[in-house]
């Protein structure tokens, strides 16, 4: 049984930084893609940061330049420093990974429980 803990959201000041994390546990065999999305109130989730098994990564433009995705593999575990944060990045986050599993046919998603960010201006 594979799953994703997040951890690190809290309350910060606009101008501010924090580090989300996310660890993979259970029966995983490879780790492919894993990323970062949110969803604020009222309004869709939304892709924040994607990175791949060998490192390439992509950012919505919102965040490029204030937002750095990294992982480390041996510890199955993705991580988003967030600087520069606005109130606008106000949302739960959500970390999403490509898992391929010894007891799964085939690699599927999974999904994170999400870990509230708040911005205050």
């Known amino acids: 049984h594979v799953q994703l803990v997040e951890s690190g959201g809290g309350l910060v000041q606009a101008g501010g930084s924090l580090r989300l994390s996310c660890a993979t546990s259970?029966?995983?065999?490879?780790?492919?893609?894993m990323n970062w999305y949110r969803q604020a109130p009222g309004k869709e989730r939304e892709l924040v940061a994607g990175?791949?098994?060998?490192?390439?990564?992509n950012y919505a433009d919102s965040v490029k330049g204030r937002f750095t995705i990294s992982r480390d593999n041996a510890k199955n575990t993705v991580y988003l420093q967030m600087n520069s944060l606005k109130p606008e990045d106000t949302a739960v986050y959500y970390c999403?990974?490509?898992?391929?599993?010894?007891?799964?046919?085939?690699?599927?998603?999974?999904w994170g429980q999400g870990t509230q960010v708040t911005v205050s201006s």
């Open positions: 990175i791949t098994i060998g490192g390439m990564t």
């Open positions: 259970g029966d995983t065999i490879c780790i492919s893609a």
């Open positions: 999403y990974a490509d898992v391929q599993s010894r007891t799964e046919w085939g690699p599927r998603g999974y």
